[in-house]
């Protein structure tokens, strides 16, 4: 008797590995775990990096509290039920359930983008630095929203102790100690804080650098900084930065930094060889790419039960999708970390129901509040109302954030990190080496002449006089 062919599987295609990402995979994982184990479900995952970034430790992997391997979360470890990819997805066109992409192959096969079919999709590619036209900023400008720019930040950042230390030209030394951060958000000011702190103390092992010596300028275009956390916190996080000798300018913009001079827009020209840009983010390229509707901002415009609004089996969630706040009308939810990984979970629970025939729910939040570090045992909080500064902050703001970090292995990693670091003195090498490895090997071979065909061999056998 023949045998019936199987049916296939209902495709759920996860476009990213950030937090919306991995966190719906890992939930869908637990609420499918029938579906998975017989064959009637399977979950693809398409990110262009093998691992999802935990950014509220980016900071302090800048200043070397955190080793850049702990921020990290390896995804085929935790999507054990999965198939992940390893690569990028270039469009989709969605009325015919199709999604273009590339891997690290692709260009070794010549073959261009391969097609994925899939039944479900859950868009969350994220976002991406927002940047302005300004002159010299592509040229010299410095991310902060990857582990690979916070590792590359802090080995710049020591790398200018190194030369202010070695020249004897006081305009290269000025502008070697003199750092620009753009943007008074959580980035902005937790990455100054951090990094300040970590080359006031890394600047007493320089015999001529003094740690007065060092000027850092915080570059905001609005009013206050930290909007998050509130007016008074606001208002206490400039008091405690410029008692530390930093220089806050609110209402400010970068005019220009072409030849390694911040020129702002209150006249003044800073010489400086760092400027980190932090000025927000902006949603992925690729929504532009597909064929589903998106908001003003370009957004993907979702339903408050994350499915794409008018679009049925899409679903969108995170920075990439404008997803109306219902405890709040009118207006969108934030694109935070907070938000999105809260609606990674209503946003699998959702699809789970709709693949069991079950109506999905809306998401709603209730606020719990922000914290912010602003270097070693220094923060701010305004959590259930109560507003916390300094030493209980910070210690809320680690503890907050070791519960939320996924994964058992990284918590206990993190904690024996942060343990360690109390009990040593921190680390002040710069490996400035990791952003070109071969480097050193190129210049080697470089130097090498071409052998010459009708020479003798030079010496014998290796190991030989």
Same mark, same amino acid.
Request: proline share 9%; charged share 25%.
């Given at each position: 008797?023949?045998?019936?062919?199987?049916?296939?599987?209902?495709?759920?295609?996860?476009?990213?590995?950030?937090?919306?990402?991995?966190? &719906?995979?890992?939930?869908?994982?637990?609420?499918?775990?029938?579906?998975?184990?017989?064959?009637?479900?399977?979950?693809?995952?398409?990110?262009?990096?093998?691992?999802?970034?935990?950014?509220?430790?980016?900071?302090?992997?800048?200043?070397?509290?955190?080793?850049?391997?702990?921020?990290?979360?390896?995804?085929?470890?935790?999507?054990?039920?999965?198939?992940?990819?390893?690569?990028? =997805?270039?469009?989709?066109?969605?009325?015919?359930?199709?999604?273009?992409?590339?891997?690290?192959?692709?260009?070794?096969?010549?073959?261009?983008?391969?097609?994925?079919?899939? *039944?479900?999709?859950?868009?969350?590619?994220?976002?991406?630095?927002?940047?302005?036209?300004?002159?010299?900023?592509?040229?010299?400008?410095?991310?902060?929203?990857?582990?690979?720019?916070?590792?590359?930040?802090?080995?710049?950042? =020591?790398?200018?102790? *190194?030369?202010?230390?070695?020249?004897?030209?006081?305009?290269?030394?000025?502008?070697?100690?003199?750092?620009?951060?753009?943007?008074?958000?959580?980035?902005?000011?937790?990455?100054?804080?951090?990094?300040?702190?970590?080359?006031?103390?890394?600047?007493?092992?320089?015999?001529?650098?003094?740690?007065?010596?060092?000027?850092?300028?915080?570059?905001?275009?609005? *009013?206050?900084?930290?909007?998050? =956390?509130?007016?008074?916190?606001?208002?206490?996080?400039?008091?405690?930065?410029?008692?530390?000798?930093?220089? !806050?300018?609110?209402?400010?913009?970068?005019?220009?930094?072409?030849?390694?001079?911040?020129?702002?827009? #209150?006249?003044?020209?800073?010489?400086?060889? &760092? =400027? !980190?840009?932090?000025?927000?983010?902006?949603?992925?390229?690729?929504?532009?790419?597909? #064929?589903?509707?998106?908001?003003?901002?370009?957004?993907?415009?979702?339903?408050?039960?994350?499915?794409?609004?008018?679009?049925?089996?899409?679903? $969108?969630?995170? #920075?990439?999708?404008?997803?109306?706040?219902?405890?709040?009308?009118?207006?969108?939810?934030?694109?935070?970390?907070?938000?999105?990984?809260?609606?990674?979970?209503?946003?699998? *629970?959702?699809?789970?129901?709709?693949?069991? $025939?079950?109506?999905?729910?809306?998401?709603?939040?209730?606020?719990?509040?922000?914290?912010?570090?602003?270097?070693?045992?220094?923060?701010?909080?305004?959590?259930? $109302?109560?507003?916390?500064?300094?030493?209980?902050?910070?210690?809320?703001?680690?503890?907050?954030?070791?519960?939320?970090?996924?994964?058992?292995?990284?918590?206990?990693?993190?904690? &024996?990190?942060?343990?360690?670091?109390?009990?040593?003195?921190?680390?002040?090498?710069?490996?400035?080496?990791?952003?070109?490895?071969?480097?050193?090997?190129?210049?080697?071979?470089?130097?090498?002449?071409?052998?010459?065909?009708?020479?003798?061999?030079?010496?014998?056998?290796?190991?030989?006089?």
């Amino acid at each position: 008797m023949p045998r019936t062919p199987s049916p296939e599987p209902a495709r759920i295609l996860v476009v990213g590995g950030g937090y919306v990402g991995m966190y &719906t995979a890992l939930r869908l994982q637990k609420k499918l775990k029938p579906e998975l184990r017989s064959g009637a479900v399977e979950i693809v995952v398409v990110t262009p990096d093998p691992y999802m970034t935990y950014q509220p430790f980016l900071p302090e992997a800048a200043a070397g509290s955190i080793s850049p391997r702990h921020v990290v979360v390896p995804l085929r470890r935790v999507l054990g039920h999965c198939r992940v990819i390893v690569g990028e =997805v270039v469009s989709v066109e969605h009325a015919k359930r199709t999604a273009m992409y590339t891997t690290l192959a692709s260009d070794e096969e010549g073959t261009g983008p391969a097609a994925l079919r899939y *039944d479900e999709l859950v868009l969350a590619p994220g976002s991406i630095s927002r940047t302005l036209p300004i002159p010299g900023l592509a040229d010299h400008g410095i991310g902060f929203k990857t582990v690979e720019e916070a590792v590359g930040l802090r080995n710049h950042v =020591v790398e200018q102790l *190194d030369i202010a230390s070695s020249t004897r030209d006081p305009a290269v030394r000025d502008a070697a100690l003199t750092f620009v951060f753009v943007g008074g958000g959580y980035a902005g000011v937790e990455a100054l804080g951090e990094l300040e702190d970590m080359a006031r103390y890394a600047a007493k092992y320089y015999h001529n650098v003094k740690p007065e010596d060092l000027k850092w300028i915080l570059v905001e275009a609005a *009013d206050r900084i930290l909007p998050e =956390v509130g007016p008074e916190m606001g208002r206490y996080t400039i008091r405690e930065l410029r008692g530390r000798n930093i220089d !806050v300018r609110l209402g400010t913009r970068l005019e220009s930094c072409e030849n390694r001079v911040a020129v702002l827009s #209150d006249g003044s020209r800073l010489p400086t060889r &760092t =400027v !980190v840009w932090t000025a927000g983010v902006r949603p992925s390229p690729l929504l532009a790419a597909t #064929d589903l509707p998106l908001t003003d901002r370009g957004r993907l415009r979702c339903t408050p039960a994350l499915a794409v609004e008018g679009v049925p089996h899409a679903w $969108g969630a995170g #920075d990439a999708a404008g997803v109306p706040d219902v405890t709040a009308p009118g207006k969108e939810c934030a694109p935070n970390a907070q938000h999105a990984v809260r609606q990674a979970r209503t946003l699998a *629970d959702n699809i789970a129901a709709s693949l069991h $025939g079950r109506p999905p729910a809306d998401y709603r939040h209730a606020y719990v509040g922000s914290v912010a570090s602003l270097g070693l045992h220094k923060g701010v909080a305004h959590v259930y $109302g109560r507003k916390v500064k300094g030493y209980p902050a910070w210690f809320m703001h680690r503890v907050y954030h070791l519960s939320r970090v996924p994964t058992a292995n990284r918590k206990a990693r993190v904690l &024996t990190e942060w343990s360690l670091s109390g009990l040593f003195k921190r680390e002040i090498v710069s490996l400035g080496s990791l952003e070109r490895p071969r480097a050193e090997f190129e210049l080697a071979a470089g130097d090498v002449p071409p052998e010459d065909p009708s020479a003798p061999p030079r010496g014998g056998p290796r190991g030989a006089p």
